[in-house]
C-alpha cells in the first residue's frame, strides 16, 4: 500500500505554528520532502540545541518563518494573510506540565488563547480547507484507568498543562460548530501520547533527561518509575496527523477527534522506558529511582486508538524498543557533529515503508 495521502500535500501551502520546536521540526521536514510549500509561525527557538536542529535539519532555510507569539492576534492574522494556507496545522504549545506548574497564566495564554487566535485567522481565510489542532492524551479527567480513554470520554485535565489543553479541545469544538462547519472548513482535533524521538531537549522529560545524564556518565534519575504512559515515537503521531488533515481536505466527513498512541503492549511504565534506553545506549548507563516532591502527575494513562484504526485503517508501526533505538541513532549523529538533515529523512524513509506494511497488514487481516 503507497501512502497516497502524502500526495494531497505535494504543492501545497501548509501552515504550521509550533514549527521550530521538537515535533514541528519533524512535521516541517515530512512536509518538505513531500513537496509541499511550507510556513511556520513560531516562538524562535528555545535553546542553542533547538537552534542547531532547526538549522541543520534544513527547516530554517527551506520553511518561510513567521516569529511570534501565537498569542498576539494582530500578527498571527499577518501571517495568514501574507501566506495564505490551505491546510494548518497547530502545534505551538506550553507543552511541559511542570512548567505550567511555575507559569500557569502563561500556560493558558499560549495553550487557550493561542488556539482561539489561529482559529480566528482560520474564520477569517478564504484558503483554509483543513484544520489540525493537536493536543494531548491528559485532556481527559484522570480516573487512574487501566483501560485506555475514548474519544467521548470526559475532558477535564487537572493540573494547568493538562487542563488548558482540555480547554483548547472545547475552544476547537465550539469553534467548528458554530461556525467553520458552515464555510467548509474541515477541522479536527488529535490527542497524541508521550513522544519521544531525536531532537527533544526538553527538561523534565524522561527520554531528554535520561540522555543527558549517559552523556556526561551520570546515573539517570527517574521520579516515577512505576507511572504508565503511552510512549511513542514522534514519527507515529506526525503520519497520524498528516493522515488526518489529507483525508479531511479530501472529505469534510472525516472531522472529527482522534486519539493517536501505541498499541496496548507499549504503553510501558517510565522504569521500563529506562531500562530500554540504558539497553540502547550502552557505555554502563544506568538508572535508579529518585523520589522528590513534585505536583501531582497521573500514574496511569493509556489511549483507545479504536477509532483511528476503523476510520482510517490507520496502525501503529514502530514499537517501543524500535522507538528508543532510533531516538539514540540520532542523538549520537547529533552529538558527533554528523549528518542531522539526512539521519531525519533516512529515519523518515524508514518509518514511511514500515508505516506502509502496517497498513497493508491490517488491511489484509
Given at each position: 500500500?503507497?501512502?497516497?495521502?502524502?500526495?494531497?500535500?505535494?504543492h501545497?501551502?501548509v501552515?504550521l505554528?509550533?514549527?521550530t520546536?521538537?515535533?514541528g521540526?519533524w512535521?516541517s521536514?515530512?512536509?518538505l520532502d513531500?513537496?509541499a510549500?511550507?510556513?511556520?509561525?513560531?516562538l524562535?527557538?528555545l535553546?542553542?540545541?533547538d537552534q542547531a536542529?532547526?538549522s541543520?535539519s534544513?527547516?530554517?532555510?527551506?520553511?518561510k518563518?513567521?516569529?511570534?507569539?501565537v498569542?498576539?492576534l494582530?500578527?498571527?492574522k499577518?501571517?495568514?494573510?501574507?501566506?495564505?494556507?490551505?491546510?494548518v496545522?497547530h502545534?505551538a504549545?506550553?507543552?511541559?506540565?511542570?512548567?505550567?506548574y511555575?507559569?500557569?497564566?502563561y500556560t493558558y495564554n499560549t495553550?487557550?488563547?493561542?488556539?482561539v487566535?489561529?482559529l480566528?485567522c482560520?474564520?477569517?481565510?478564504?484558503?483554509?480547507k483543513?484544520?489540525?489542532?493537536?493536543?494531548?492524551?491528559k485532556?481527559y479527567r484522570n480516573?487512574?484507568?487501566?483501560?485506555?480513554y475514548r474519544?467521548?470520554d470526559v475532558?477535564?485535565?487537572?493540573?494547568?498543562?493538562?487542563?488548558?489543553k482540555s480547554?483548547s479541545?472545547l475552544?476547537?469544538?465550539?469553534?467548528?460548530?458554530?461556525?467553520?462547519?458552515?464555510?467548509?472548513?474541515?477541522?479536527?482535533?488529535?490527542?497524541?501520547?508521550n513522544?519521544?524521538?531525536g531532537?527533544d531537549?526538553?527538561?523534565?522529560r524522561?527520554?531528554?533527561?535520561?540522555?543527558r545524564a549517559?552523556?556526561?556518565?551520570?546515573v539517570?534519575?527517574?521520579r516515577?518509575p512505576g507511572?504508565v504512559?503511552?510512549?511513542q515515537?514522534?514519527?507515529?503521531?506526525?503520519?497520524a496527523?498528516l493522515?488526518?488533515a489529507?483525508?479531511?481536505?479530501?472529505?469534510?466527513k472525516?472531522a472529527?477527534?482522534?486519539n493517536?498512541?501505541?498499541?496496548?503492549?507499549?504503553?510501558?511504565?517510565t522504569g521500563?522506558l529506562a531500562?530500554?534506553?540504558?539497553?540502547?545506549?550502552?557505555e554502563g548507563a544506568k538508572?535508579?529511582?529518585?523520589?522528590i516532591?513534585q505536583?501531582?502527575e497521573a500514574?496511569?494513562l493509556?489511549?483507545d486508538?479504536?477509532r483511528m484504526?476503523s476510520?482510517?485503517g490507520?496502525q501503529p508501526?514502530?514499537?517501543?524498543q524500535?522507538a528508543?533505538e532510533?531516538t539514540?541513532?540520532?542523538?549520537?549523529?547529533?552529538r558527533?557533529?554528523?549528518?542531522?538533515?539526512?539521519?531525519m529523512?533516512?529515519q523518515i524513509?524508514?518509518?514511511?515503508?514500515?508505516f506502509a506494511?502496517a497498513?497493508?497488514?491490517?488491511?489484509?487481516?
Open positions: 500500500m503507497s501512502l497516497d495521502f502524502l500526495e494531497v500535500y505535494r501545497k501551502r501552515l505554528t509550533g514549527h520546536g521538537f515535533k521540526r512535521l521536514k515530512i512536509l513531500a513537496g510549500e511550507v510556513a511556520g509561525v513560531a524562535a527557538p535553546t542553542a540545541d536542529v532547526f541543520a534544513d527547516v530554517e532555510a527551506n520553511v518563518s513567521y516569529l511570534g507569539d498569542a498576539d494582530s500578527f498571527l499577518e501571517a495568514f494573510a501574507e501566506f495564505q494556507p490551505e491546510i496545522f502545534l504549545a506550553q507543552p511541559l506540565v511542570l512548567e505550567s511555575k507559569n500557569p497564566v495553550n487557550v488563547m493561542g488556539t487566535n489561529v480566528g482560520v474564520l477569517l481565510s478564504d484558503t483554509v483543513s484544520v489540525l489542532n493537536v493536543t494531548t492524551d485532556v480516573n487512574e484507568w487501566p483501560w485506555g474519544e467521548d475532558l477535564a485535565g487537572h493540573d494547568p498543562y493538562s487542563n488548558s480547554c479541545e475552544v476547537t469544538a465550539s469553534f467548528k460548530e458554530c461556525f467553520l462547519e458552515q464555510t467548509g472548513v474541515a477541522v479536527s482535533t488529535a490527542r497524541a501520547g513522544v519521544i524521538g531532537g531537549f526538553s527538561a523534565n524522561i527520554v531528554p533527561d535520561c540522555i549517559a552523556a556526561e556518565g551520570k539517570i534519575e527517574v516515577n507511572s504512559r503511552p510512549y515515537h514522534v514519527l507515529e503521531p506526525l503520519f496527523y493522515m488526518i489529507a483525508r479531511q481536505y479530501q472529505d469534510g472525516y472529527g477527534a482522534y493517536v498512541g501505541p498499541e496496548e503492549a507499549d504503553a510501558v511504565t521500563t531500562t530500554l534506553f540504558c539497553q540502547a545506549w550502552g538508572w535508579e529511582t529518585h523520589t516532591q505536583p501531582h500514574g496511569m493509556r489511549l486508538c479504536s484504526k476510520v482510517f490507520w508501526a514502530w514499537r517501543i524500535e528508543i532510533r539514540v541513532e540520532w542523538t549520537r549523529v547529533y558527533q557533529y554528523g549528518d542531522i538533515a539526512g539521519c529523512s533516512k524513509a524508514a518509518y514511511a515503508e514500515d506494511a497498513l497493508n497488514r491490517r488491511q489484509n487481516r
